[in-house]
């Protein structure tokens, strides 16, 4: 299934291509900067996740989830029981939507329903998403203000990151490692530019007791 992801993200349109129209919109709805535009590598996504351990009682929230990668990578590499991925831009949901469907095509019929049962594509802003039933919560570096707040101190890293930790995933790792003993609640540092901070800590802080925010450098 990777192998063909992978096929199908190669000819598909790329999501540092999205139209000018497309960009402005997203400025307009959610401010300026909000277009900005960044991805994971495939082989620091897939680090990540294995170390996340995902399992049948995760669901995975990537908030600003771009053309849908890892979502799909998660659901395609991992037993996760739910990936979402929250994304304002039509262009990137399109493409996302369009990978998904190209993957759900090339399955048998009970793979493809499986696989449709554990994804979910929403485009809409990620400062109202419900995020109740997420355990984890993965938001990529571009959602920052440009100088990122540091998060509150019992968020604050105990210990580095697991060795052969992703360089760009290292940040995230640390949080999580902070956040992974117990797993209690996450009281998520700021994820968005100024203007979206308070609304999405409201919004985080509705998260399920064992959630966990994850957040990358990348």
Do not use: I
């Not at 999501?15 to 497309?22: M, Y």
């Not at 402005?24 to 680090?47: M, N, T």
């Not at 992974?180 to 901070?197: C, F, N, Y």
């Amino acid at each position: 299934m990777l192998t063909r992801l992978r096929e199908l993200y190669a000819a598909a349109p790329s999501g540092f291509d999205a139209p000018v129209d497309d960009r402005l919109a997203v400025e307009r709805a959610a401010g300026e900067g909000a277009q900005a535009y960044g991805e994971l590598r495939e082989a620091e996504a897939l680090r990540l996740l294995r170390w996340l351990r995902l399992g049948p009682d995760d669901a995975l929230f990537d908030l600003g989830a771009g053309t849908g990668k890892l979502v799909l990578w998660a659901a395609a590499t991992t037993p996760v029981g739910l990936a979402v991925g929250v994304e304002l831009s039509t262009h990137h949901h399109a493409v996302a939507q369009g990978v998904l469907g190209g993957l759900l095509a090339g399955l048998p019929p009970g793979d493809a329903a499986a696989l449709r049962s554990r994804v979910r594509l929403v485009r809409g802003d990620l400062r109202a998403v419900d995020l109740t039933p997420a355990t984890v919560v993965y938001a990529c570096s571009n959602c920052f203000p440009r100088r990122r707040p540091r998060p509150p101190r019992r968020a604050r890293p105990r210990r580095p990151a697991p060795p052969g930790a992703p360089d760009h995933a290292r940040p995230a790792l640390a949080l999580a490692g902070a956040l992974r003993g117990g797993r209690p609640r996450a009281r998520a540092h700021d994820l968005v530019r100024e203007r979206a901070r308070d609304r999405l800590h409201q919004a985080v802080a509705r998260c399920s007791g064992s959630s966990m925010c994850l957040t990358s450098s990348a």
